[in-house]
């Protein structure tokens, strides 16, 4: 086990060593969001046969000066198919989408012609090919349409559905069990009695899974000194589990509960302790399929800790970019703590006239929550680093966020 | 009505008449995401009671120089509520979050001590209030903890629960139908004959709509020649969503069915026809509390003027910033097409080290799907716009984001 692993060693570590990516296959409208596990090609061309981009009236001929005069056959309804040959100085009306006449050279816009009784005059000169669709002019049969590890976005599902494409392979979303370790923990949901506080870190975990993507697992609070077995409970929730978050009980020194757990269970543990406050009582683990995370049971050091090492895993178990997104932002108000261990400052980023500026949130202490509203970004202290003042450029973590 | 109305007066007819904003009572899990309806204050102090802030040795003293020697009186359990004074010269052990003896002065955490016997060593010197987490430090009772328009993000959810609040009220998420107009569309799940195509854009409507928090309301593909009555059908959208959108059949000059439906069912037109490209038919009204949206039957015309019509609607009925977020970026290839109307072109934004970075997407004809897949941007281009060159600075829309 290595100890006092630089965040940047442990993400590594993680990363190195996660279990197969598991698939499912999901309708499009499910995938939404979702990536890629399989390359898609092209049945045959899109469109599959011409069409015009306009409503208008389809010419015969396509290379007419302005104020050429053809004669309207008719009009083609709303996915009439047309049979009929359209020759030179004819005209017929077509609506956009809609299936042109055999030997149509171009359309001309509607609003861009003035009829008179069947005599068409084309307001504008008329070149051949315009304002048609080719056949194939967006893909062509045998395109690759979309590969592995594509984001589906809401083009990407307007493409599938267009060729018909109803059922896709995607990255499974990982299933995360979360076990809040400690005696003097009630669920959120309870009343604490004297001496207990409830578990606010199991809501703020599956709201962050939420926004990434991973689904609710078994939750459970654990007690060492009841009559549970915490080892069995363990081992059960990482059979069902693809990511097993402890919460508490994470401080190594003083014979950390989770440590010892994961020892027993047989797990790999890849790191323990990362030197960065909040949160330095932090590791990571597997076993066969499951990754494990220790994290803090002080609030921010908890949400810290799933923002450097759980989030990643998260992401890249669903063929997701792990992250983390970098930037420079400018503070606009001060942090007077001089920095010892390398320092993550909950603050809130916003893209502004004046590039990025981050603004450092109130309650910094560990054990608090209020730095965490609004909280969408971690500034990066290194160790050492003097107070911030206002305008001070610094490194900053962008949170939840679709830009990289 | 108003035609060729700005994008921006078109925005501001639209936020300037929206319905009553709707509330809902959810759990505070469900409310991940979306936007407070009330004001909500702290019922105690947070923590309740002092606590300590580490693993280590109350103390009954407080300011104790370096190599000091305590008594050792025992180990609080988790959980357990200390009840007898602590002397100076006295210590018990405790734990993180754990509650403290009266008269505890300060607590020293165990990495900081050596331990001989019953005889504690302090290895650091310890200061009055050191590792205390006093009552109320986090929130004090009576204190706003959130008020209305808060963005429910895991911060809030996590203090939601520590108090205990399970239940809040925020906005109700927007249900949105969708009516494609057009004799020549049939359904994206069904086989299309010769000269009919599949509705892409139901598909990928519901899956910006399911982005941005909307959900997913009546879905009709109606044909204006066969013996549906549209207006009914209209009618009876309207009456169970808070938005509905019309695909097709907008352009007005050519007889626009969705306006003559929209005006036959007594709706207030906002505008119609916007100077844009793609898109530019498309109009935006509201009938008792719904909005109602004609976008363009082509792909590309239909995703622009979603984004920059339906999506601030939908935004700002949920009580979410409406947008646009605007970012000035270098394009990364050319455009080579002079611009006539202003356009948005579909490209994709990037962060980088050298700063924000667009690139145009291929495929930008209004009725060709390509220019949709991975595009997370539009860029605005005002009319007579010369073609763009790589490196030049555009003003760009950044779609989906959370940066501002």
Known sequence: MQTDTSVEKAQQLLLDHLPPRKTETVSVLEANGRTLAEDIFAGYDLPAASQSAVDGYALGEGNLPINSTVQLKGQLG?????????????????????????????????????????????????????????????FSSGDLLLSVGQKIDPGAVALLSAFGINQITVFSKPRVGILSLGANIVSWEEEPKPGQVR??????????????????????????????????????????????????????????????????????IFYWDVPIQPGSHTGGARYEDCMLF?????????????????????????????????????CTNEFSKKTGSRRLVRGRAEYTSRGWEVTILPGQKPSMLRSLINCNALIDLSAGHPPLDEGMEVSVILLNNNIA
Request: with cysteine; glycine share 12%.
């Open 294 to 330: 220790a994290l803090s049971g002080n609030p921010a050091a908890c949400f810290v800790g799933y923002q450097l090492f759980v989030a990643p895993v998260l992401l890249a178990m669903q063929g997701l970019n792990p992250g983390p997104v970098w930037i420079k932002a400018k």
């Open 78 to 138: 709303a996915g009439e198919v047309p049979e009929h040959r359209l020759e030179p100085g004819e005209a017929i009306g077509v609506l956009t989408g809609g299936s042109l006449p055999p030997n149509c050279q171009a359309v001309v816009p509607q609003e861009k012609t003035s009829l008179a009784g069947l005599k068409l005059e084309l307001m504008e000169q008329i070149k051949p090919g315009q304002n048609i669709k080719q056949a194939g002019e967006d």
């Open 199 to 268: 578990d606010s870190n199991t809501p703020m975990l599956l709201a962050l899974i939420g926004y990434q993507g991973g689904l609710a697992g078994d939750l459970e609070i654990a007690v060492a000194d009841d009559n549970t077995d915490l080892s069995i409970k363990l081992r059960q929730m990482m059979a069902k589990n693809d990511i097993v978050i402890c919460t508490g009980g994470s401080y190594f020194a003083a014979g950390s509960e989770a440590a010892t757990l994961f020892q027993a269970a047989g797990a790999q």
